[in-house]
């Protein structure tokens, strides 16, 4: 099925650091949400975008719905160990939620 | 609110056995679940789309008879992986579908490591 193409694969940074992260796809989707996935775990719902261009915060998370409905990112500021997961973007179409691959992130104390 | 959970979260199976997975809405009743596989270091994969009281829905290339899905209640979807052979060795994880005021959000669950000798 079609996946979302999520850059970086991983990312080592030194805790305080900002990190920033992306999604793009060939396709609308009506929603696109980013999830944060501990080892062993389900995902969990960080942020949730319906709108085209919409900007969203959520403590030291940020995230922007692009204005072509194909794209999105999530920043994280002033990062911490805790931070430390999987990140992954989803684009929702009617109710089918479709992942991207995924964003590695290892935060250095 | 809007806890999802699975049973169990781990089981090692032989092959050619079957063994069941249940998914539960523990405090809203969820007329729609999903499954989901994920091999490791990859991304969520959807299975298929489970549907209270009627057939699921199968993704292109997911084996309808292979993995059995019975959403019999608001509140349980079960998976059963049947004859189970190593390939199958997945992390396997559920959603379930609540209306969260603007959207619908799909809730999941922990996951369950399943593994096959």
């Known amino acids: 099925g079609q996946q979302l193409n999520q850059s970086p694969q991983s990312m080592f940074i030194q805790e305080g650091e900002d990190v920033s992260m992306n999604c793009t796809s060939s396709?609308?989707?009506?929603?696109w949400l980013w999830y944060k996935q501990d080892p062993g775990e389900g995902p969990v719902l960080l942020i949730a975008?319906?709108?085209?261009?919409e900007l969203t915060s959520n403590g030291r998370l940020t995230a922007q719905f692009g204005i072509t409905r194909k794209d999105s990112f999530l920043n994280i500021s002033a990062s911490i160990p805790s931070d430390v997961g999987i990140y992954f973007c989803?684009?929702?179409?009617?109710?089918?939620?479709?992942f991207g691959e995924g964003t590695q992130l290892t935060v250095n104390p | 609110g809007a806890v999802v959970s699975q049973h169990p979260s781990w089981v090692i199976c032989k092959s050619g056995t079957s063994v069941k997975i249940e998914c539960r809405s523990l405090?809203?009743?969820?007329?729609?679940m999903f499954w989901y596989r994920q091999f490791p270091k990859q991304s969520l994969m959807l299975m298929a789309t489970?549907?209270?009281?009627?057939?699921?829905?199968?993704e292109q290339g997911v084996e309808k008879d292979k993995f059995l899905i019975n959403h019999a209640s608001l509140t349980l979807s079960t998976l059963t992986v049947t004859s189970a052979h190593p390939e199958d060795s997945s992390f396997y994880i559920c959603?379930?579908?609540?209306?969260?005021?603007?959207?619908?959000?799909?809730?999941f669950g922990p996951g369950t490591r399943l593994t096959v000798t």
């Open positions: 489970s549907n209270e009281g009627s057939k699921a829905t199968y």
């Open positions: 396709s609308i989707f009506n929603t």
């Open positions: 975008l319906y709108k085209a261009g």
């Open positions: 989803a684009g929702q179409r009617g109710s089918r939620l479709t």
């Open positions: 959603s379930a579908r609540d209306w969260a005021g603007l959207f619908y959000e799909q809730y």
């Open positions: 405090d809203f009743q969820a007329t729609t």
